[in-house]
């Protein structure tokens, strides 16, 4: 058995053999350690071997941890679906928001922005493998949203995010993130500022690396298995 420590090491390294890989430095790639349904203690561990930001699914869960975690500056990402009566407490208590997909959520999570935090930093969830089950505006939607967000002053708009479809193949996941990648091209070429791609977790992140990715999003490969929560 590894221990999270040494786990976390590991992905540090495979994260800098992917980027030399792809012509870039391992600084351009930032680790977010998906610890949804792991113990505080678990992340404490994490914490103690250099890892500062986490990623939460669930809020009620993660308000907990972050009581349990108070002493520790971690900076805290929400990775799941929202919904709009927890718009208030995300807005109040997160750093990110990753998969912002309807104007809606973005208007209620500007307006619950406390004005002593600064703006928060969100991400557009991209549905770039147009599976039906999954949230995400479609790559065509991208730009009225962006635009949208972009008058909201306590959100700042870092840039795209998407889970792909599960796979193994490789040229299929480059695709996949390859289409983000020259999304936020496009919409740079439009006098955005964006800077994050978040895409990649455990089973593809050195394809999301390739293509351009700057936050890859790791659970599994950390922790383990994930318990399974009924919720």
């Known amino acids: 058995m590894t221990s999270i420590s040494e786990r976390v090491q590991a992905i540090q390294l495979h994260i800098q053999q992917a980027a030399?890989?792809?012509g870039r430095t391992a600084d351009e790639v930032h680790l977010l350690a998906v610890s949804k349904t792991q113990p505080a203690a678990r992340i404490r561990e994490a914490w103690a071997a250099g890892q500062h930001a986490f990623g939460e699914n669930y809020l009620q869960e993660a308000l907990d941890k972050m009581k349990d975690l108070v002493d520790?500056?971690?900076?805290?990402?929400?990775i799941g679906p929202i919904q709009s009566n927890k718009t208030r407490p995300i807005a109040e208590h997160f750093h990110w928001v990753h998969g912002v997909a309807r104007f809606k959520i973005a208007q209620r999570l500007n307006d619950a922005r406390p004005d002593h935090l600064p703006p928060l930093n969100v991400c557009i969830e991209v549905n770039v493998s147009g599976e039906t089950s999954k949230e995400g505006v479609t790559?065509?939607?991208?730009?009225?949203?962006?635009?949208?967000?972009?008058?909201?002053?306590?959100?700042?708009?870092?840039?795209?995010?998407?889970?792909p479809a599960p796979g193994n193949d490789t040229a299929q996941q480059r695709r996949q993130f390859g289409m983000l990648r020259q999304q936020l091209a496009s919409l740079n070429s439009q006098r955005f500022a964006l800077d994050t791609l978040s895409m990649g977790m455990s089973h593809d992140f050195p394809a999301a690396i390739t293509e351009g990715a700057t936050i890859?999003?790791?659970?599994?490969?950390?922790f383990g298995p994930r318990a399974v929560v009924i919720r």
Do not use: C, D, S
């Not at 520790?72 to 929400?78: A, G, Q, R």
């Open 216 to 222: 890859v999003r790791i659970g599994t490969a950390i």
């Open 20 to 22: 030399q890989t792809a």
């Open 139 to 163: 790559p065509l939607e991208v730009p009225e949203l962006a635009h949208a967000i972009g008058t909201l002053p306590r959100l700042k708009l870092r840039g795209l995010m998407a889970i």
């Open 72 to 78: 520790l500056p971690i900076e805290w990402h929400f």
